[in-house]
Structure formats: structure tokens, C-alpha cells
């Protein structure tokens, strides 16, 4: 995987899965991080016995370099629709110094499965594969179909769809995370048929909410677009001229924090909507919060859900397909990038019926405890 010493919930996931792995197996977790950066307590891997190997791709000549951007540029401009030209587009893209290197890296390891953590390390796994003597391999994308192939994708787009899944065809499982990608991927290409896991919990959780603290919470990175707490400050500012009594925490970290910060102090809601840095003890907001809130334009499973569910809360949440599989009519939707809605059902949340909904949180969390997750992981493994 790319980082899992830095903070996401891809990493703690990730961690959560190969802690519980590690109680029968020899677990070794590849990663691009600095080792000198490296933080065994973040999200509790100095529990278990891993293994951590730090993997640098060496640098590829100009002349090299050159004739492969030429034809992954042609495949990308044409985009040629058969496997043999999306393997001519795997190897150009993934220059063979780059190929050797993560090829005798993997080697070395002597695996018997290896997963590749996102799509594009899936698909590298899938170039690289018959140099793997055999090994399993298995793709696990944790992002949902429309935010990697969208046409408004941050990730990959769709000029690169059909290759990826010519590429995820080649790989002994590809896992997603919630039935409804499954259902578009098999829609896109009949021969794909990948396998749905969902993410466990994985925080053992707090105190559960009593229901009287008038806060609504949110957790995530604060990163470009993705979670959608600009639309949620948004949402609040408006929900906050008739209602005088209610509180936003948003607990994260990233890159568009000075910009929520713009508009908190724009609307005036500085003492009202509080930002907070991100922390090992999230337990403690979901325990002090009354109501939790997604408002995020895309996810490829809404882990924070099942967190916030745990801890008794009602949820929320824009009406992604993940989070209707996960919460069913449970959740309080609105419609995905709609402040006007969103402020609507904030209102709504503050008159439900609280103890009912609380009870029904229970229940549905207890569907995605890693014991029931990692019988599915060991299977395919």
C-alpha cells in the first residue's frame, strides 16, 4: 500500500484487517511511507506481529521515460478496447525499471497471497503477476465506481476505465465494498464479477451517547471536495438562523482546513461550528455527540457510519448508494451536494424520536464486527 503510517481511514482499516490476519498468519505490509516516519502507535500495530518492509521505486532514464509517456499518451487519446493493448498500456505506464524493482521486492517475501491497497496498486499487481510464482493476488479498491471512472473523477476518469478492469480481470479476487459496485462493475463488463467485503469497525467503541448534547458530529480529512464539510458548514449556517441552540464538531485534518475556517468566521459561527484536530480517542467525540453527520459527495464505504452507529447515534448523510446499503431506512438522506436539503434534515434530526434510533444503531453496527469481516478475508485469502 501507499502510506499506512499517515492518517485515513484506508490506514486504519487496513490496519485493523492485517492486526486480525496476524493472530494465524505471517503478516507483512509493504509500504511507500519513510521509514523514518514511521508511528507503530497510530493505529495500534505495535499490538500485533507485522512486519514492515519500506519500498522506494528507483529512477527511470529520460530515453525511457520519453517512449513510455508516447503510447500510454496514444492509449489514452485512442483508448483501444482489448486486453492486449490495455497490457501494452500496464507495461508503458510501469516502466521496467519500476516493474524489476516491486517484482524483487515481492519475491523476496515468499507470500502465498499479496493484496494491493487501491486501484492503482491493484492494477500494478496485475502487471507484475506472472513473476509472482503463483501467488494469490487480490485487488482491494476502497473508493466507490463513479468517484475512480466519474467524469468529474479526481482519481483516474473515464479514459482509463476499460483498462482497469481488463487490468482487475487478471487478479484472483477484487474486492469492493459494497454491493452496488459490484452490481456496476458486472453492468460495465459481464466477464468482471468482483468480490464484495465490507470494512468492519474498527475502533472498540466509547461510551455510548446519551442523546442531550445538541451536537452534530462529523470526522474526516479535510481534503479537496471528498467529505463535503463546505457543503455541511453551508448547510449549518442555514440551519442556524432558526435554530440557536445547536452545536457542529468536525474532527479531521488536511489541506482545506484555512478554507473551512473562511467560512466559519464568514457566516459568523465561530462559537457554533468547531474544528478539531484529528485524535486516537475519536471515541470520545462520538460518545459527547447526539446526531452524526456524512455529507461527503462520494465514498467508496462510509466507514464513519458504522462508527457513529456503534456509539448509538443517528445518522445524517447524503444519499450515496453505500451509505442506503449500509443504513437502509434507517439513515436520514438528503440529496448529494443539496445544502438546502441538508439543513432541512438537520432540523428533522433535532425532533426525532431519539431512543428508537438509537437502539436500531446498535443493531445495525453489530453486522459489520471484524469477526464477521475476517471469516470473508480468509476465505479468499
Request: with cysteine; glycine share 6%; proline share 4%.
Amino acid at each position: 500500500m501507499d502510506s499506512v503510517f499517515s492518517i485515513g481511514g484506508v490506514q486504519r482499516v487496513t490496519a485493523v484487517i492485517a492486526k486480525e490476519l496476524a493472530r494465524n498468519c505471517h503478516v507483512t505490509i509493504v509500504t511507500f511511507d519513510d521509514p523514518g516516519q514511521q508511528d507503530l502507535t497510530l493505529y495500534g500495530l505495535d499490538e500485533a506481529k507485522i512486519e514492515f518492509r519500506f519500498f522506494s521505486y528507483p529512477k527511470v532514464g529520460r530515453l525511457h521515460t520519453l517512449f513510455c509517456k508516447a503510447y500510454s499518451a496514444f492509449y489514452r487519446k485512442y483508448q483501444p478496447t482489448s486486453q492486449w493493448t490495455s497490457d501494452l498500456y500496464a507495461r508503458s505506464s510501469f516502466p521496467s525499471p519500476l516493474r524489476n524493482a516491486l517484482i524483487r521486492e515481492l519475491r523476496q517475501g515468499h507470500y502465498d497471497a499479496i493484496v494491493g491497497v487501491h486501484a492503482p496498486l491493484a492494477t500494478r499487481l496485475a502487471t507484475v503477476r506472472p513473476h509472482l510464482d503463483g501467488c494469490r493476488c487480490i485487488g482491494w479498491i476502497h473508493n466507490s465506481f463513479e468517484a475512480l471512472f466519474g467524469p468529474t473523477s479526481l482519481y483516474i476518469g473515464p479514459d482509463r476505465q476499460r483498462h482497469y478492469v481488463y487490468q482487475f480481470r487478471k487478479l484472483d479476487h477484487t474486492v469492493v465494498l459494497c454491493e452496488h459496485d459490484a452490481a456496476v462493475y458486472q453492468a460495465y463488463d459481464p466477464a468482471f464479477r468482483p468480490t464484495v467485503i465490507y470494512n468492519p469497525l474498527t475502533l472498540v467503541p466509547g461510551t455510548a451517547s446519551q442523546g442531550n448534547s445538541k451536537r452534530f458530529l462529523a470526522v474526516g480529512r479535510f481534503s479537496h471536495r471528498h467529505k463535503g464539510f463546505d457543503l455541511l458548514i453551508d448547510a449549518f449556517s442555514l440551519f442556524a438562523e432558526t435554530n440557536k441552540d445547536w452545536v457542529l464538531d468536525i474532527v479531521g485534518e488536511g489541506p482545506e482546513e484555512e478554507l473551512y475556517r473562511q467560512k466559519i468566521a464568514g457566516y459568523g459561527l465561530q462559537e457554533r461550528v468547531l474544528l478539531h484536530p484529528f485524535t486516537n480517542r475519536i471515541q470520545d467525540y462520538y460518545s459527547q455527540a447526539q446526531v452524526y453527520v456524512l455529507s461527503s459527495r462520494w465514498e467508496g464505504f462510509g466507514l464513519v457510519l458504522v462508527e457513529a452507529m456503534a456509539h448509538g447515534l443517528p445518522v445524517v448523510s447524503s444519499d450515496l448508494p453505500t451509505s442506503l446499503e449500509i443504513m437502509g431506512s434507517f439513515g436520514i438522506y438528503f440529496r448529494n451536494g443539496d445544502t438546502e436539503q441538508l439543513a432541512e434534515r438537520l432540523t428533522a434530526a433535532t425532533q426525532l424520536d431519539w431512543h428508537d434510533k438509537s437502539t436500531e444503531a446498535f443493531a445495525i453496527a453489530r453486522r459489520f464486527s471484524i469477526e464477521r469481516i475476517i471469516e470473508q478475508w480468509h476465505r479468499i485469502l
